[in-house]
């Protein structure tokens, strides 16, 4: 497995455990990690990184784009 490299930020914990359930169900594993630091008291819910595999991550990008609504696609 190669270095871990971020695939996407989740607004919160609910929306990186949403993207990493999309990954598991491709077969691709991932790792959160905070994107911003924060006090360990606060309950707030942080940014989250989502860290796959740097070999995983064309696979990855595209078994989220399969994922997606159609509606949250933006075509330039």
Same mark, same amino acid.
């Given at each position: 497995?190669?270095?871990?490299?971020?695939?996407?930020?989740?607004? +919160? *914990? @609910?929306? @990186? %455990?949403? #993207?990493?359930? #999309? *990954?598991?169900?491709?077969? #691709? /594993?991932? $790792?959160l $990690?905070?994107? &911003?630091?924060?006090? /360990?008291?606060?309950?707030?819910?942080? /940014?989250?990184?989502? *860290?796959?595999? $740097?070999?995983?991550? %064309? +696979?990855?990008?595209?078994?989220?784009?399969?994922?997606?609504? /159609?509606?949250? #696609? &933006? %075509?330039?």
């Amino acid at each position: 497995m190669g270095a871990m490299v971020q695939l996407a930020v989740a607004r +919160n *914990l @609910a929306e @990186a %455990e949403e #993207i990493q359930t #999309i *990954l598991t169900s491709a077969g #691709i /594993p991932s $790792e959160l $990690e905070a994107a &911003v630091d924060h006090h /360990p008291r606060q309950l707030d819910d942080a /940014p989250q990184k989502v *860290l796959v595999s $740097e070999d995983s991550l %064309e +696979n990855a990008q595209h078994a989220i784009e399969a994922m997606g609504e /159609p509606d949250d #696609i &933006v %075509e330039d």
